[in-house]
């Protein structure tokens, strides 16, 4: 009965995420966000869906969108998700694909005219995760070629022959460019944890539909680069290095650890090396755990980051995504119901707390009262559609796999 019960649950649970992709996630970027005047999609919406037409455009939102309706194509077969997927396509090849350099570009205005024209490796490696996930659901070779060119690129330019792993970013002609940062808040640093989670995460889904032997080594040698300089002693990610990867910063991301988790198993799983893979195995489970313990507020959700002492308790969008993702996959490497019982109060908090019951989709973040702060968008270059249409997919399909 125990066994019955679980399923019910894990049925119901399926449920509930094919209702929130196809209820709210989905139709709200098709309804509010696309531009049907200057092609692809508004640059910036507040949380109450107030449109501002003339914002810049960033190309990580466009790739992220790109691949969120491929996904959805792909699980649902919808003709409209197909048509979403190819108006970001399209705009992604006319407009952020830089013809004369190669890459795609940071930003472009509202009509699409290059407005930042760096090429960040992180940037770069969402175009590549974004266009391998078309190709699945289209076989549209120039969309492969695409994403081939820009990793030949990265490898070109990004990859540190010395000391392995990549450097940061680029100039539009490909030269080092001064400020490597993502983003304000970052560091200045010569390597980030982040630009080498998402070059994993971009090259394993390109591997799925591309069987290149340098592909292949390239995620070999960043699993490895991973597990030796990245994943610390206590079974969290250091984020900031020198080149040398020397660690820069004591700070706990609690979003990228669990994320990480799941994303380094799913690499290794492509790879179809039992022994790299039981390596990760433990390293992945040990990385869940540590979130677990240390990751909730006393309300159910999952706080943002650490720095030595000082503890940010806000619940930011897409650290409750990726937990539910990372726990599901910590629960069947284990079996174990108390990453199965995370899961789910993961998703009762988000149901509860994160989803816009009135304007849709999710909020940005939550402080420590689970007030959703208002003044925070809905829309802009880092505020899309991809950790929580990916949650809901991810489940959708593990839980399927489970029956199987």
Not at 173 to 194: G, V, Y
Not at 300 to 313: P, Y
Not at 334 to 356: G, I, P
């Amino acid at each position: 009965m125990k066994e019955l019960e679980k399923q019910r649950k894990l049925d119901e649970l399926s449920q509930e995420l094919k209702n929130e992709l196809v209820a709210n996630i989905l139709p709200y970027w098709v309804t509010h966000v696309m531009d049907k005047t200057n092609g692809g999609f508004y640059g910036y919406l507040t949380t109450h869906n107030k449109v501002d037409e003339k914002a810049p455009k960033g190309g990580i939102l466009n790739s992220r969108i790109l691949w969120t309706f491929s996904k959805a194509y792909h699980v649902f077969g919808n003709r409209h998700y197909l048509e979403t997927a190819n108006h970001a396509y399209v705009y992604l090849r006319d407009f952020f694909l830089d013809k004369e350099d190669g890459g795609v570009y940071w930003m472009v205005d509202h009509k699409g005219k290059p407005q930042e024209t760096r090429k960040h490796i992180y940037n770069q490696s969402f175009a590549i995760y974004a266009l391998a996930e078309y190709f699945k659901i289209t076989c549209h070779e120039e969309s492969l070629q695409i994403a081939k060119d820009i990793f030949y690129l990265i490898e070109k330019y990004g990859y540190d022959r010395q000391y392995k792993g990549y450097l940061e970013a680029f100039t539009k002609e490909w030269k080092m460019e001064q400020d490597p940062r993502l983003s304000e808040s970052d560091m200045e640093a010569e390597k980030s944890m982040n630009t080498h989670l998402h070059i994993l995460e971009a090259y394993t889904n390109l591997f799925k539909v591309w069987k290149s032997p340098q592909l292949k080594e390239r995620i070999t040698e960043l699993i490895d680069v991973m597990l030796k300089h990245i994943v610390g002693p206590t079974d969290q990610f250091t984020l900031f290095f020198d080149r040398q990867w020397h660690g820069m910063a004591n700070i706990v991301s609690y979003g990228h650890d669990i994320e990480g988790s799941w994303l380094l198993y799913e690499a290794a799983e492509v790879l179809g090396d039992e022994k790299r893979l039981e390596k990760v195995r433990r390293t992945s489970i040990d990385m869940a755990e540590k979130v677990a313990i240390e990751g909730f507020s006393e309300s159910g959700g999952l706080i943002n980051e650490r720095e030595g002492d000082d503890v940010d308790e806000e619940k930011v969008w897409w650290v409750q995504a990726e937990g539910m993702i990372g726990f599901f996959n910590a629960y069947q490497l284990t079996l174990s119901n108390d990453y199965l019982e995370a899961v789910y109060k993961l998703w009762r908090f988000t149901k509860q707390h994160m989803v816009d019951k009135h304007y849709g989709e999710w909020y940005w973040k939550l402080d420590e009262q689970n007030n959703a702060y208002l003044d925070r968008p809905k829309v802009e270059p880092w505020k899309c559609p991809y950790h929580n249409s990916r949650c809901c997919f991810e489940l959708i399909e593990r839980i399927d796999r489970c029956k199987s």
